[in-house]
Structure formats: structure tokens, C-alpha cells
T-cell receptor
């Protein structure tokens, strides 16, 4: 199947700093990418949907100024957690798809804010 | 709006025993259904999916799931589990749209623990 690579797999940052997470589709062009967050013992919650070249659509309750999403090319989307706080510590996963296909998931990024 | 219910948060089962992980969904439109598996400290992997056609779908590692429209269920089964099946399993649903798959709604997950 198609490969989606997410980087970094783990990151620790200080409170108040920003962290960027990359999501790349390695062998296909991803017209749509999704960003999810998974809290401990909970399911994945969709944060936002991004289409290449346009602004991301955020789910209700997700602060778009805090979680900046850029989908500048058909193979790369980035999620930047700005002014991170300990409550932002979570497991972030991206997925990518082409029209007519299922979404393929990245390996996830474990963010710890100290 | 869609929702997915996985009633069992944890399912312990002895090795080589059968297992069923339950999943029920609700949606006002026709759906695609998925099971994903997440091994410790890893991302999600698609285990199997129902799009159309036969209501019984199988994975390459012995799991199967049956779409039951009248009961709005998509339970996952395996006749004989292995230690390596220990993982968390997520049931998911997506509306059918002409443009292809749309966003996916996940259940809360079921942790399968296979006991030697």
C-alpha cells in the first residue's frame, strides 16, 4: 500500500515554544490530508482537514491559530503547534488520500511538552 | 453525523482461542467501514475494509469482519489468535460520497490482550 511518513516520531519541547510536525506521502500525491490527535486511552479525534493549496478546515473546538496547518504541496503537510503547553502533549497522527482511495496513516508523533 | 461504538475497551483472550471485537455504527447515509490496528508506539494500519459487494471481508492475517446493515454492526473476528495480535483495534466509518472517501470517524478502540 501507499506510504505516509511522519516526522519526528517523538519530540520533547519546552512550554511556550513551537513544534512542527511533517507528514509526507512518499509514493502518491495526496490531495487531502487529515490531522488527528489521540489522548491516552481515547480514540483518534480529527483536528483538521487540508486540501492542497487551500486553507485547512478545522473541527469544532480546535484552535486554528494554535494548530497551524500548511499543505503547500501534494506530498507534504505540516502541523505546527504554537506556544505549546503541557496540555498539548498527545499523539498526533496524519493521514493522506487521493480521491477514490482510502486514507493512509503516518506512524504518528508523540509530543511531550515540559 | 456518524458515530461508532466499541463497547469493549479491553478484551483478554488466551492464545489460540477465538475472539470477537464488537463494533456498531450509526449514520444517516450509506457508509464505508474499516478496522484499523495500532501496535504499541506505532501508527494506524488498515486491517480490512468494507466498501461494497460481499458483506464478509477478510484480512491477510486471518481476521474477518461482517457488515450487517440491519444491525448496523461490523464485528471483527478471528478463530484463533496469536500473541502477535496483541494491539489496539479501532473500528471506523466514513460516509460514501461520489468524490471518494471522506473523513473517517473512529470508535474508542478495543485493546486485545492475548494471554500465553
Amino acid at each position: 500500500g501507499a506510504v505516509v511518513s511522519q516526522h519526528p516520531s517523538r519530540v520533547i519541547c519546552k512550554s511556550g515554544t513551537s513544534v512542527k510536525i511533517e507528514c509526507r506521502s512518499l509514493d502518491f500525491q495526496a490531495t487531502t490530508m487529515f490531522w488527528y490527535r489521540q489522548f491516552p486511552k481515547q480514540s483518534l479525534m480529527l483536528m483538521a482537514t487540508s486540501n492542497e493549496g487551500s486553507k485547512a478546515t478545522y473541527e469544532q473546538g480546535v484552535e486554528k491559530d494554535k494548530f497551524l496547518i500548511n499543505h503547500a504541496s501534494l506530498t507534504l503537510s505540516t502541523l505546527t503547534v504554537t506556544s505549546a503547553h503541557p496540555e498539548d502533549s498527545s499523539f498526533y497522527i496524519c493521514s493522506a488520500r487521493q480521491p477514490g482511495t482510502e486514507a493512509f496513516f503516518g506512524q504518528g508523533t508523540r509530543l511531550t511538552v515540559v | 453525523a456518524q458515530s461508532v461504538t466499541q463497547l469493549d475497551s479491553q478484551v483478554p483472550v488466551f492464545e489460540e482461542a477465538p475472539v470477537e471485537l464488537r463494533c456498531n455504527y450509526s449514520s444517516s447515509v450509506s457508509v464505508y467501514l474499516f478496522w484499523y490496528v495500532q501496535y504499541p508506539n506505532q501508527g494506524l494500519q488498515l486491517l480490512l475494509k468494507y466498501l461494497s459487494g460481499s458483506t464478509l471481508v477478510e484480512s491477510i492475517n486471518g481476521f474477518e469482519a461482517e457488515f450487517n446493515k440491519s444491525q448496523t454492526s461490523f464485528h471483527l473476528r478471528k478463530p484463533s489468535v496469536h500473541i502477535s495480535d496483541t494491539a489496539e483495534y479501532f473500528c471506523a466509518v466514513s460516509d460514501r460520497f461520489s468524490g471518494g472517501y471522506q473523513k473517517v470517524t473512529f470508535g474508542t478502540g478495543t485493546k486485545l490482550q492475548v494471554i500465553p
